[in-house]
């Protein structure tokens, strides 16, 4: 990869976020002649993202930075159809109200990361839907459909393997991709955009779009791409025991979010600080330096600067203290994520599989009972090696509450109510 002249592609290449651009020379030399808008989208398949798309959040995050013009694209039309890139099946399509609460949910994360505003250089957040919905069918195939060769498409590996296992790929889902490249043709129409981004997994959709543009007149377009990411062990990035790692509050406490980071492999320490936080490069090449149980300082750092970022520093730090009191001097934290259970199921007594349940720490009886065949449960800190276990009011501490264990690193409180 050449050494790139403008501030935006020098630091993510720096940082580590480019896997592929489609010209770069070209969007080099024009990042360093005049403001870029660039956009990324993001479909609502859900009411928040997960830590899975920080990178593409990150990305638009560095380019209004370095002083151009970031846009969030909401696909409120695509999401309409949804995004067969390899998947192995059919999204399940969504009702229009669905989509609508979704995008509600996400807008509220990227107001952590870029400013908005009317400025030349402020963020946008645009819905697909204002274009695509009003949409002629007959006009759009004349028009737009005549410039795409099916041969072409179906050439691509998004489409490839899902035929190659012979799954099935509906017709709306193949229309995905001619949606996603007229999306860049009506964003550099309606706002000038010059540039789309995404994971790699997106660089045929990005290069049709540019191709179309070609086609119907608009000026150069260009592709970039970041790696899809997984931990060094080979999980998939915004993947936990428990699920997706959401980034809104309401679907995941800052507390286990601030957790998850802090659970990182050492593997991956350096790559995280580089792309998930906006510390400088010395700083971070100091902390991935630290050896042994050192290597555990960084990784609190990694995790309160992520967290800050997405949910304000007060927040961050006090997960962290929260982290340090359970850890460290083992005493209840009221800022433990905390469930209610209703008081008369402590009356009668409850299992403590159940209440594992309950507390979002076991999916299943069955799961729970693992646990405490595995040693991996405690009640008040205590190990609990009897999967028949009533917990009832005699087990609530002075606080009113119990506190359910999972390992060393996951805590919950239950309080009667």
């Known amino acids: 990869m050449s050494a790139f002249k403008s501030d935006f592609l020098r630091i993510l290449s720096e940082r580590g976020f480019i896997h592929q651009i489609s010209d770069e020379t070209g969007l080099d030399d024009l990042f360093r002649k005049e403001i870029v808008s660039g956009y990324i989208g993001f479909d609502p398949t859900a009411s928040s993202l997960h830590a ?226 906006t510390m400088p490069l010395d700083e971070i090449a100091r902390l991935a330096a630290l050896g042994g149980s050192e290597i555990n300082e960084a990784k609190k750092v990694l995790a309160t600067e992520v967290t800050a970022m997405l949910h304000g520093r007060a927040a961050a730090d006090q997960a962290a203290e929260t982290a340090r009191k359970t850890f460290e001097e083992r005493i209840t934290a009221d800022t433990l994520p905390t469930v209610t259970v209703d008081t008369a199921r402590f009356d009668e007594g409850v299992g403590i599989l159940a209440l594992f349940v309950s507390a979002g720490l076991a999916s299943s009886n069955g799961e729970a009972r693992r646990h405490v065949q595995g040693g991996a449960v405690r009640l008040n800190d205590e190990p609990v090696s009897d999967e028949r276990r009533l917990v009832t009011a005699a087990d609530l501490t002075a606080d009113g509450a119990v506190k359910l264990s999972l390992g060393k690193k996951k805590h919950v409180l239950v309080r009667p109510g």
């Open 52 to 277: 899975g798309g920080l990178i593409q959040i990150m990305m638009l995050h560095w380019m209004q930075q370095t002083g151009h013009r970031p846009v969030a694209l909401m696909g409120g039309g695509t999401g309409m159809v949804g995004d067969p890139s390899f998947k192995e099946e059919a999204r399940k399509l969504m009702t229009v109200e669905t989509i609508q609460q979704n995008i509600d949910g996400i807008k509220k994360v990227f107001a952590n990361y870029l400013t908005f505003g009317d400025g030349e250089r402020d963020a946008m957040m645009v819905n697909n839907a204002e274009w695509l919905m009003p949409l002629n069918y007959l006009e759009f195939l004349r028009d737009v459909g005549q410039h795409f060769s099916v041969n072409r498409m179906l050439s691509f590996d998004s489409v490839k393997q899902r035929l190659d296992r012979e799954q099935s790929l509906s017709f709306l889902e193949f229309n995905y991709m001619i949606l996603q490249a007229y999306d860049f043709v009506e964003l550099n129409k309606r706002y000038g955009l010059r540039l789309q981004m995404g994971g790699s997994d997106q660089w045929g959709n990005i290069i049709n779009g540019i191709d179309l543009g070609h086609r119907l007149g608009t000026p150069q377009l260009y592709a970039l791409t970041s790696p899809l990411l997984t931990t060094a062990s080979g999980a998939k990035m915004g993947k936990s025991m428990n699920g997706a790692v959401w980034l809104n509050a309401d679907m995941l406490s800052v507390y286990d979010f601030w957790q998850y980071w802090r659970n990182t492999e050492d593997a991956d320490v350096e790559r995280f600080l580089k792309l998930y936080t």
